[in-house]
């Protein structure tokens, strides 16, 4: 199962979302926050570190003096103005510096600032400028170095003989500790049968009681099916309560047995104490300091690791479950165990060592660093130890939630978040301590108060960002726009959803680094870093909507005015749907190329970065540009005037530089035919020379008819003329032609033809369709009439000739015979 949270589009922005935007601005609030904490850094460092004030006097008589000698002279106090007014310019100057400068500025003084500090805490916390001299004096001095070596010799004595009779005890008492572990394993496991058959039994009778009622409310009608529900229910957590309460009479019905094992356990641990009682007894040169280096070790080594690490077994008994006195999962104990023991040895460890240097005269200041060095180590140890168990506490939070749905919101809260208070204080408190800063807990109070409070009104204030989102993106359901518009608006939800994530990540920065107490005012004081940024986002941010709705209106008006004239059915509202179609890709270009370029300038300007030499480069270049790509120029104003002129059109059937073909695109200098043949044939603009374009108004369908000069010219006329009505009042052909044939006449007379010409006004798309059918009735009419075609008159020449002369016999002109 898995919790989740309304989202705020529905009114509530998910815990798992907000509990990310926080992670993600934690870092950034913890170097913002860095100055505040070492601020609180004690008043005597600060006052050590603290350069010394510069003591200020009045005018000596001799600066006096110069003074007045400055002010008689007209040359000298005319200079002296000069300079005055330069300085007083300079300051309005330094105030109008750009974004980028203060930005490097600002990451200066708050390097410079945040080194002063850090250095503070070094000498604060840590000051290890007695450990020279004291590794000189055990250097040079024999007494010291005999001190050293009587107390560790003892040491050593000490750990080897107590680790010796440690394990030896340990082995003796073994087979003792096996039979009481054996006999705790037998008698856990014939008690978890003997509860398993009574709680199975329970739930048994349990199910039949429910059934029993569910039919007598089927039966009797006297419960409702809600009132079977909740009996149902009833009986479930009761039954559930029942299981808790037997795990918690196993663990107390182990308790003999895990006693009986820990008393043996603390009868090892009394062997370090032992043996420094021994050495103390039986040492033949005891010293004050080699006897408390000894008890130190035996009570921290012995006493306090064994009894941690035996009060750890209780509890926990990783290896040993049927000896566990908590009803802790095998995981989540063995994962506990591990952790606490190593921080237990590392305290052990570390305080015996601090405690022999001490014995051997080690600087108190020493000591006392270290000593923060190792509590700042066990504080790492626990933030490794936090952070490897957010798994197991976030499914914790996920059972609890899926078991009570009342608290599935808190429960998903803490799952994400709980880790980062847990490391605040961690840390923290380490701080404090190590800093000895004066009201420090307090301090750390208040601190995770504010923070509370901080991240209350952040949530608020993304329950309000996403809530009014969403809202508008809902009310546009009811405000009757088509489809495309919807779709467009739309479309940035996911943009608007992102830039309002990024400003709830810069708002939590900043209410966190408030309630830490970091000096915002650094950053959003009078003159500095954050009022230009943000007025220089704002101005961007506006730039960019209304960049952004300036191309949506312009595409969306252009797409309803197609869409309009869609609607309507005439052949011109057609031409111009095409010419529109074909000019908004051009429109669109040219139009997002400004738009580009003036929120280009707009980011730059408010970037500082000033803009009048770049757009002096630009005009220099844009000149160059021209006159090294006239040709690229004179084809782009070429076609601009044909497609004003509405001379082409994607569509078209078009003879181009004597290439005929339709038009299948139009870029921003060339267009591209397709012959009949399937070639591909691009022009650029300026290399056109004819023009002729088949689907401007109409077309017509020219009519020829070249016969035998013996034929009767009036017959042909009215042959053609007949055709002409019959297509005319045919279905087929009816929507295609636009008026009545119109004969010519006698076009041309030959040596052997005459030909009659007559034309059909028909559509753009029915001019072949109406000439090819035509043509082919005129020649059946022609054969059924007996009208004969003129024989064709061919010009042969060349090897052609000769070849027809041999074949055909054709007589000599010299000779006068035959030449085949």
């Not at 039986?282 to 070790?297: F, G, K, M, N, Y």
């Amino acid at each position: 199962m898995t919790d989740r949270i309304p989202h705020p589009n529905t009114g509530a922005a998910p815990y798992r979302h907000f509990t990310g935007l926080f992670v993600r601005s934690l870092l950034p609030a913890l170097l913002v926050t860095c100055l505040a904490l070492f601020g609180s850094l004690p008043a005597r460092a600060l006052a050590a570190d603290a350069p010394a004030p510069a003591t200020t006097t009045g005018l000596s008589a001799d600066q006096a003096r110069q003074l007045i000698s400055v002010l008689s002279d007209d040359a000298q106090r005319q200079k002296f103005l000069t300079t005055l007014q330069n300085l007083t310019q300079a300051e309005p100057q330094a105030k109008h510096a750009s974004v980028i400068d203060l930005a490097r500025e600002n990451i200066a003084l708050f390097g410079d600032r945040a080194l002063q500090q850090l250095h503070i805490l070094h000498q604060s916390i840590i000051d290890f400028g007695a450990i020279a001299p004291w590794v000189q004096a055990l250097v040079h001095d024999p007494a010291l170095q005999a001190r050293v070596g009587h107390i560790a010799l003892r040491v050593v004595i000490m750990l080897v003989c107590s680790y010796l009779l440690f394990f030896g005890v340990r082995i003796i008492l073994r087979p003792l500790y096996r039979r009481i572990s054996s006999m705790a394993k037998k008698h856990d496991h014939m008690v978890f049968q003997q509860e398993a058959e009574k709680l199975h039994k329970t739930r048994a009778e349990a199910t039949e009681a429910a059934t029993d009622t569910a039919r007598t409310a089927a039966t009797h009608n006297e419960q409702t099916k809600e009132e079977a529900a909740a009996t149902q229910a009833s009986l479930e957590d009761s039954l559930r309560h029942q299981g808790a309460l037997t795990q918690l009479m196993l663990c107390l019905r182990r308790a003999p047995y895990t006693l009986a094992c820990a008393l043996l356990e603390l009868i090892t641990i009394c062997t370090f104490p032992l043996i420094a009682l021994l050495m103390g007894v039986l040492d033949p040169a005891p010293s004050t300091e080699a006897a408390h280096a000894i008890w130190s070790i035996s009570w921290l080594i012995g006493i306090g690791l064994g009894v941690w690490t035996l009060v750890l077994r209780i509890f926990l008994a990783p290896q040993t479950p049927w000896l566990r006195l908590s009803i802790l999962r095998d995981s989540s104990s063995t994962f506990i165990f591990r952790y606490f023991r190593q921080i237990g040895v590392i305290l052990a460890w570390g305080f015996s060592l601090l405690a022999m240097l001490h014995a051997m005269a080690m600087p108190m200041a020493v000591s006392s660093g270290l000593q923060k060095l190792l509590l700042l180590a066990v504080h790492l140890f626990l933030a490794v130890m936090i952070i490897r168990s957010r798994k197991r506490v976030q499914h914790a939070c996920q059972h609890i939630g899926a078991a009570n749905r009342r608290l599935q919101s808190i429960m998903a809260l803490v799952s994400g978040s709980w880790w980062i208070v847990a490391l605040f204080f961690d840390f923290a408190l380490w701080l404090v301590w190590a800093a000895d800063i004066d009201g420090g807990y307090q301090l750390i109070l208040q601190i995770f108060v504010r923070t509370l409070v901080a991240l209350v009104a952040v949530r608020i204030v993304s329950i309000l960002a996403y809530g009014g989102l969403e809202r508008f993106m809902r009310a546009l359901d009811s405000w009757n726009l088509n489809e495309e518009t919807l779709f467009r608006i739309r479309r940035y939800y996911p943009a608007a959803t992102t830039v309002i994530r990024l400003v709830m990540a810069v708002l939590t920065i900043l209410a966190l680094a408030l309630a830490w107490g970091a000096p915002v005012y650094i950053l959003l004081g009078h003159d500095t870093l954050g009022p230009r940024i943000f007025q220089a986002a704002l101005t961007i941010l506006v730039a960019l909507v209304i960049g952004i709705l300036a191309w949506e209106v312009a595409n969306v008006t252009i797409e309803h005015h197609i869409r309009r004239l869609g609607e309507q059915d005439s052949r011109d509202v057609q031409i111009r749907i095409a010419r529109l179609q074909t000019l908004t890709p051009m429109f669109r270009i040219l139009f997002l190329l400004v738009l580009a370029v003036i929120i280009g300038l707009t980011v730059l300007s408010q970037l500082g970065i000033d803009t009048g030499p770049l757009i002096a480069s630009a005009s220099i270049f844009g000149v160059a540009l021209g006159f090294g790509s006239q040709k690229l120029v004179q084809d782009f104003i070429s076609g601009i005037f044909l497609l004003l002129e509405n001379a082409l059109t994607v569509g078209d059937s078009v003879t181009l530089n004597g290439t005929y073909g339709v038009i299948e695109r139009l870029s921003l200098r060339s267009v591209h035919v397709r012959a009949n043949d399937g070639s591909m044939n691009i022009f650029s603009f300026s290399s056109l020379s004819q023009v002729t374009n088949y689907n401007r108004d109409f077309s017509r369908a020219m009519i020829l008819a070249t016969v035998d000069i013996d034929s009767d010219t009036d017959q042909v006329a009215a042959i053609l003329v007949e055709i002409g009505k019959e297509m005319r009042n045919e279905e087929a052909y009816r929507d295609l032609i636009l008026a009545d044939f119109d004969l010519w006449g006698v076009s041309a007379i030959g040596t052997s033809s005459v030909s009659v010409k007559g034309v059909y006004p028909t559509t753009n798309a029915g001019r072949w369709t109406v000439e090819w059918e035509f043509n082919r009735r005129m020649k059946k009419r022609f054969e059924q009439a007996g009208i004969q075609y003129p024989r064709d008159v061919v010009d042969i020449q060349g090897p052609a000739l000769e070849h027809f002369i041999n074949s055909r016999g054709v007589p000599d002109t010299t000779t006068g015979q035959n030449k085949a």
